[in-house]
RNA sequence: GGGGUCGUAGUUCAGCUUGGUUAGAACGCCGGCCUGUCACGCCGGAGGUCGCGAGUUCGAGUCUCGUCGGCCCCGCCA
């Protein structure tokens, strides 16, 4: 094995190509690939910009020869020389340094390797499990390279454009007040204060709020933010947030912030969006789409036929009207009908998401069918028939039930079926604003109004009376911003006023003794001068998630957890010493 | 907490439906040959706790149950 000594690197391996020929260089970097023809070696060097070929042919008798049979993959080189034009008919094509080599006149090995678990051409699949093990490894091949770096990219892009448009990016706390709305908190528990604990922050929100009322006006941070909660692919316990806060603004002056930052943030992959992007409100997305994050790649949009069986003598529909749920459907792609399997398999399929069943209704040469019992007059079928706009040959599925069950099975079944019959158009981006949400939420369970967004969010204006009276029709200043059926981010228009934050909170039925305990700083805050503001988060993972063009979160990050929160390579979290347990006044129970 | 799916050589997978001789392939690895390769080629070789544990059976990679782990989904999470 050899030192680096005062030996430099002239230049990254894909740089060489900028080199003149005839000039001596030195690169660095893993043995990517050995071509042993006897006399004559050919090594691939990589480094995180490329490949260059080196060759070192024995006949010099300059001592190579022995030190190349040492190279083995992934072993760590310097190499030296003289930079050489290949013959025409040599040339690689494939490579952008195909043209040249490196003629060697000295090659050091600063570092051996054990053989890699898996080849390090990320085109070659291995498992998860093993990529995650080795994430270091995993994080040499190409892929990961190439989203690591576009992360980098994203990030940069953001600053510039936040810092050019007078944002601050200001720290906040990572040790902090846990608030048991919401998310499960991540715990840390203190060791000076016995029995108390401290949070991990689920987002900056309250500390932002505090930055306006600071007079800081214009705040951003690229943000940790953790929830204990279970994963999916596009969700992992520790995620990164693009975190902002305004004064003085109007919803409408963060999605045009927003939508430019998007634009030059696109830019970076060569993706020219449209702006402004199209405004929804929550009540049409639900009504069309079933979901408060659409994706309008497609068609497949939820037709409403509750009216056509009001009054039928099938008593399952007429009782769900009446109780004020719905009878949605979707029109089937391309007058598709269903084999009795197909159509035993979407069944199953919308039963995850709690539809009791899956009916249809057809229209055929001798008029409409459907899979409803014969009791249900034709009429009532030729005027769903009519309601949803189906045409001969045609086919709707049509779920009934409460209006929760009714839009979240649709909507899986719309996504289901455009993924089916190959609807989505690749490539295309759909953007949108979703506004208008709902303030609050009947919670089922604990019989009490909840908070949709959170309980900072401010109610429109116009229904502040309705919160006393009506709670369930206020509509709150609350946002998000979708892409391709993706919430990317979301945010609002915040409460400023104390007055308002008290009749927020009382809707909620926090008490205000119990308000003052778990926000006391938040309140004292908004009155001392705090500026009407308004804020939204950008999910940097998810939207990196789809620039790299990735199914899972797990790709754009460096370090991920598996499914069950663990992480694979260090074998986090474990258990600690008991001298630690005792520090911190914690006794784990058998 | 629940459902689905996968787990066999360093890696990716076949074998499991229908239990039966010594568990195969490709890539990788090791050795040899080769002066224009770039997925180099050719010859040879090593390499297995069939995730783990029970059970059924004369006999289990294969069947049953449990368990652990990866992934996907529901719940949860915005």
Same mark, same amino acid.
């Given at each position: 094995?050899?030192?680096?000594?005062?030996?430099?690197?002239?230049?990254?391996?894909?740089?060489?190509?900028?080199?003149?020929?005839?000039?001596?260089?030195?690169?660095?970097?893993?043995?990517?690939?050995?071509?042993?023809?006897?006399?004559?070696?050919?090594?691939?060097?990589?480094?995180?910009?490329?490949?260059?070929?080196?060759?070192?042919?024995?006949?010099?008798?300059?001592?190579?020869?022995?030190?190349?049979?040492?190279?083995?993959?992934?072993?760590?080189?310097?190499?030296?020389?003289?930079?050489?034009?290949?013959?025409?008919?040599?040339?690689?094509?494939?490579?952008?340094?195909?043209?040249?080599?490196?003629?060697?006149?000295?090659?050091?090995?600063?570092?051996?390797?054990?053989?890699?678990?898996?080849?390090?051409?990320?085109?070659?699949?291995?498992?998860?499990?093993?990529?995650?093990?080795?994430?270091?490894?995993?994080?040499?091949?190409?892929?990961?390279?190439?989203?690591?770096?576009?992360?980098?990219?994203?990030?940069?892009?953001?600053?510039?454009?936040?810092?050019?448009?007078?944002?601050?990016?200001?720290?906040?706390?990572?040790?902090?007040?846990?608030?048991?709305?919401?998310?499960?908190?991540?715990?840390?528990?203190?060791?000076?204060?016995?029995?108390?604990?401290?949070?991990?922050?689920?987002?900056?929100?309250?500390?932002?709020?505090?930055?306006?009322?600071?007079?800081?006006?214009?705040?951003?941070?690229?943000?940790?933010?953790?929830?204990?909660?279970?994963?999916?692919?596009?969700?992992?316990?520790?995620?990164?947030?693009?975190?902002?806060?305004?004064?003085?603004?109007?919803?409408?002056?963060?999605?045009?912030?927003?939508?430019?930052?998007?634009?030059?943030?696109?830019?970076?992959?060569?993706?020219?969006?449209?702006?402004?992007?199209?405004?929804?409100?929550?009540?049409?997305?639900?009504?069309?789409?079933?979901?408060?994050?659409?994706?309008?790649?497609?068609?497949?949009?939820?037709?409403?036929?509750?009216?056509?069986?009001?009054?039928?003598?099938?008593?399952?529909?007429?009782?769900?009207?009446?109780?004020?749920?719905?009878?949605?459907?979707?029109?089937?792609?391309?007058?598709?009908?269903?084999?009795?399997?197909?159509?035993?398999?979407?069944?199953?399929?919308?039963?995850?998401?709690?539809?009791?069943?899956?009916?249809?209704?057809?229209?055929?040469?001798?008029?409409?069918?459907?899979?409803?019992?014969?009791?249900?007059?034709?009429?009532?079928?030729?005027?769903?028939?009519?309601?949803?706009?189906?045409?001969?040959?045609?086919?709707? $599925? *049509?779920? =009934?039930?409460?209006?929760?069950?009714?839009?979240?099975?649709?909507? &899986? /079944?719309? +996504?289901?079926?455009?993924?089916?019959?190959?609807?989505?158009?690749?490539?295309?981006?759909?953007?949108?604003?979703?506004?208008?949400?709902?303030?609050?939420?009947?919670?089922?369970?604990?019989?009490?109004?909840?908070?949709?967004?959170?309980?900072?969010?401010?109610?429109?204006?116009?229904?502040?009376?309705?919160?006393?009276?009506?709670?369930?029709?206020?509509?709150?200043?609350?946002?998000?911003?979708?892409?391709?059926?993706?919430?990317?981010?979301?945010?609002?228009?915040?409460?400023?006023?104390?007055?308002?934050?008290?009749?927020?909170?009382?809707?909620?039925?926090?008490?205000?003794?119990?308000?003052?305990?778990?926000?006391?700083? $938040? *309140?004292? =805050?908004?009155?001392?001068?705090?500026?009407?503001?308004?804020?939204? &988060? /950008?999910? +940097?993972?998810?939207?990196?998630?789809?620039?790299?063009?990735?199914?899972?979160?797990?790709?754009?990050?460096?370090?991920?957890?598996?499914?069950?929160?663990?992480?694979?390579?260090?074998?986090?979290?474990?258990?600690?010493?008991?001298?630690?347990?005792?520090?911190?006044?914690?006794?784990?129970?058998?």
């Amino acid at each position: 094995m050899d030192e680096i000594g005062e030996l430099r690197r002239t230049c990254y391996c894909n740089d060489i190509k900028d080199k003149q020929i005839g000039e001596m260089v030195t690169v660095m970097g893993w043995v990517d690939r050995i071509r042993d023809l006897g006399n004559l070696t050919f090594v691939d060097i990589r480094d995180r910009t490329g490949i260059v070929q080196v060759v070192i042919s024995s006949d010099k008798k300059n001592g190579l020869h022995g030190k190349i049979k040492q190279l083995r993959s992934e072993y760590v080189v310097s190499v030296s020389g003289p930079l050489i034009e290949r013959d025409a008919e040599t040339y690689n094509p494939s490579l952008p340094t195909g043209k040249v080599e490196v003629a060697v006149e000295d090659i050091k090995i600063l570092n051996t390797s054990l053989t890699p678990p898996f080849p390090m051409d990320s085109e070659i699949s291995t498992s998860e499990e093993t990529r995650l093990k080795y994430r270091f490894l995993d994080l040499r091949r190409n892929n990961l390279q190439r989203n690591m770096e576009l992360r980098h990219r994203v990030t940069m892009e953001i600053r510039k454009e936040l810092d050019e448009n007078h944002f601050l990016e200001i720290e906040t706390p990572i040790l902090n007040k846990s608030t048991p709305e919401g998310a499960r908190d991540y715990l840390v528990p203190s060791r000076v204060q016995k029995g108390s604990f401290y949070a991990l922050p689920q987002s900056p929100q309250l500390f932002k709020q505090l930055l306006m009322v600071a007079s800081f006006d214009r705040y951003f941070q690229i943000a940790r933010c953790f929830r204990d909660e279970d994963l999916r692919a596009d969700r992992q316990p520790e995620f990164t947030q693009v975190d902002i806060e305004m004064s003085f603004v109007q919803p409408e002056e963060i999605f045009e912030l927003i939508e430019n930052l998007l634009k030059k943030v696109f830019r970076l992959i060569g993706q020219e969006i449209e702006t402004p992007f199209p405004r929804f409100s929550y009540d049409e997305v639900m009504n069309r789409f079933g979901t408060d994050r659409p994706d309008t790649r497609f068609g497949l949009e939820l037709q409403d036929v509750s009216d056509c069986f009001k009054t039928t003598p099938f008593q399952v529909f007429r009782n769900i009207v009446a109780d004020g749920g719905f009878i949605k459907g979707i029109v089937a792609p391309e007058g598709e009908s269903y084999s009795r399997k197909e159509i035993d398999d979407l069944t199953a399929f919308v039963r995850l998401y709690g539809a009791t069943g899956l009916v249809w209704i057809k229209s055929t040469d001798e008029g409409i069918k459907s899979s409803l019992p014969k009791i249900v007059p034709a009429e009532e079928l030729e005027s769903a028939a009519r309601e949803v706009g189906l045409k001969p040959g045609q086919s709707c $599925l *049509l779920i =009934a039930g409460k209006s929760k069950t009714v839009h979240e099975s649709l909507s &899986a /079944l719309r +996504l289901h079926l455009a993924k089916k019959h190959n609807l989505i158009p690749p490539g295309k981006c759909n953007f949108l604003w979703v506004r208008d949400f709902p303030l609050l939420e009947w919670d089922e369970e604990d019989n009490r109004w909840i908070a949709t967004h959170h309980p900072f969010t401010s109610p429109r204006d116009e229904d502040l009376d309705l919160l006393s009276t009506d709670p369930g029709k206020v509509k709150a200043k609350a946002y998000d911003v979708v892409l391709n059926g993706l919430e990317i981010g979301g945010g609002s228009i915040r409460i400023h006023r104390n007055s308002v934050q008290k009749k927020v909170f009382k809707a909620l039925g926090i008490e205000s003794e119990e308000a003052e305990n778990r926000f006391g700083f $938040l *309140l004292r =805050a908004l009155r001392y001068g705090a500026p009407p503001h308004g804020g939204i &988060a /950008l999910g +940097l993972d998810r939207l990196i998630m789809m620039l790299a063009g990735e199914k899972s979160i797990r790709s754009v990050i460096a370090f991920p957890k598996t499914a069950r929160a663990i992480d694979l390579m260090c074998e986090a979290p474990s258990e600690v010493d008991e001298k630690q347990l005792r520090e911190l006044h914690i006794k784990i129970r058998e």
